[in-house]
Every structure is written in structure tokens, then in C-alpha cells.
């Protein structure tokens, strides 16, 4: 592996881990607080859901964060949690078309939507760069083993 290499895989490495982080906060928000993801759920959905739902919800999240972090099936982990926020970024399309926009006291209060596009985007840059990520268990496998296969 050449130094350039190197460089790419460690890139890689560090967005991994910064995007499983990010998402698995938020995972871990659902068990520590679930009746406040429960009201949100109630407010842009306009349905009820139970804690039983919002724990397994959460569980499924935490899984897929702790197997982005350490790189294994990447395909299907990492385009999960990619599926997921961008599930996030469509409940709340309206803040995009208007990013500067501040409450009564001057508070911007659309620009957790701008961040969602930011970490949207880091997500498609994880997946379209997944042969870069030698620092994973996915990566590993495939040296290993000299081949690609969907499932590193």
C-alpha cells in the first residue's frame, strides 16, 4: 500500500467513524429519552408509537453504527444509516428553503436542516469511496481474501 494510500484509508477511516458517531448519538437519544422521540414521531407523523417500537428502533440503529464504525459489511451498513438520515433530511425539507430564517429572539431555527445536507453528502462520499476503506474490517477481508465480494 502506498503512502497516498495510506492517506485515502485513513480519510476514510476518520469519516466512518465520525458519521457511525453521529448517528449512534442520536440512537442512543431514543433509550435515554424515548417520550421525546415519541412526541416527535407524533408531531411530523402524526402517529403514536409505543417505546417497545422506539427501543427496537433505536437497537436497530446502534447495531448498524457499531457495524459502520468497525467497517464490516459496509455496503449494507453503511448505505443503512445513509437510508436512515436520509429519511431525517425528508421530514424536514421545508427548513432547507429558507436556511437564514430566525425565531422572535434571532435564533437561526433552520440550520440543523443545513447540517443534515452536510452529513447527507459525507454520507454518498463513505459509500462511492468504499474501496478506499483498508482500515476496516472490510477491508481486511478483502485483502485476505484478494477479491471483492458485496458483503465486505
Not at 468504499?130 to 477479491?147: A, E, P, Q, T, Y
Amino acid at each position: 500500500m502506498t503512502f497516498d494510500d495510506r492517506k485515502d484509508a485513513a480519510a476514510v477511516f476518520i469519516l466512518r467513524i465520525g458519521l457511525a458517531w453521529f448517528i449512534f448519538l442520536w440512537a442512543a437519544h431514543k433509550i435515554i429519552t424515548p417520550g421525546q422521540y415519541q412526541g416527535l414521531v407524533r408531531n411530523y407523523e402524526g402517529i403514536e408509537i409505543s417505546f417497545a417500537q422506539i427501543y427496537a428502533t433505536a437497537g436497530f440503529q446502534i447495531a448498524l453504527c457499531v457495524l459502520t464504525a468497525i467497517g464490516a459489511l459496509r455496503l449494507m451498513s453503511y448505505s443503512g444509516l445513509a437510508v436512515m438520515h436520509f429519511f431525517t433530511v425528508t421530514r424536514r425539507w421545508d427548513g432547507f428553503f429558507d436556511p437564514f430564517a430566525l425565531n422572535e429572539r434571532g435564533f437561526p431555527i433552520n440550520r440543523n436542516q443545513v447540517i443534515d445536507l452536510a452529513v447527507l453528502a459525507a454520507f454518498v462520499a463513505l459509500i462511492l469511496l468504499i474501496n478506499r476503506d483498508h482500515f476496516s474490517v472490510g477491508g481486511w477481508l478483502r485483502k485476505r481474501m484478494g477479491r471483492r465480494v458485496w458483503w465486505q
